[in-house]
């Protein structure tokens, strides 16, 4: 097959692609817009096209979207009328849509069987053992998610009313969050009716940043936040059997790992490459010629 393959990395603020030979040589790259196909799929299809054009810009070839095939990584694909929507209007000459968390899945590990664990303002684990893909958690932070940006910085708007209440010790962090609020514990409970997920996520920094200075309040949600990613990384572990590459990404990735059970501490590698490596890689292996990843 010949022509260009272009990966899709598409997430809620920003959208990347990458444009590759079909050796799977990136050649450029590009960055547009949030490309969420589920809020605003016509912005999100106007920015997919606009980051392809720039990767082709980039590598001093004049943009012809439909001589390239496309793999794009974006949340929301497992809602079957916007993957219609979009992947009807998508300029390229083929397309194939798969969620975000695959395209990272083929960065860190490659084609090898292995597993990651995404955490970020969610969580979400993939693992695929002897070529099959299995998804465990991320079910949003209502009902799931646990170990997340959105739950720590729930848990500490919870802890700091514990200690208003003086149920629980006050403690720096928890005097900080009360400080956000002028002090008042009824503004805080207006804020979390109303509150989505990144708005609970913001506090997530004060927790790792005052549990480093011995904070018993921090201390104590990281550690339940950990023992939720422990559980989840057994699970996955039970399905590549402990085999392969075992990755933790994410926002949260490079801050949790002291936190985590010694059996996962000592698996956890280096991914191979980022997700928009990832999605290129499948877009060639799905479309024509090879790929290495991290070439």
Known sequence: MTGYFIGIDGGGTSCRAALADGNGTILGRGRSGASNILTDPDNALRHIAEAARLA?????????????????????????????????????????????????????????????????????????????????????????????????????LQESLLAYDNIHPMTGLSRAILAEFGGNPEAIVDFARLAKPGDFGRHTPKVFEFAQQGDEAAIRILRIGAAGIDEALDAVNGITKGKGRLCLLGGLAPLYPGYLAERHRARLSEPLADALTGAVALAVKAHGGEVKIGA
Not at 86 to 95: D, W
Not at 117 to 135: D, F, K, M, Q
């Open 56 to 156: 082709f810009e980039e590598a001093g070839i004049e943009p012809d979207l439909t001589a390239a095939a496309a793999v794009l990584g974006l949340a929301g694909n497992n809602v079957g009328d916007a993957v219609s929507y979009v992947k009807a209007r998508l300029p390229f000459r083929q397309s194939d849509i798969v969620s975000d968390g695959v395209i990272a899945l083929q960065g860190a590990i490659g084609d090898e069987d292995g597993a990651i664990g995404i955490v970020g303002t969610g969580t979400v684990y993939i693992a695929r053992h002897e070529g099959e893909l299995h998804s465990v958690a991320g079910w949003g932070f209502q009902v799931s998610d646990l170990g997340s940006g959105a739950r720590l910085g729930h848990l500490a």
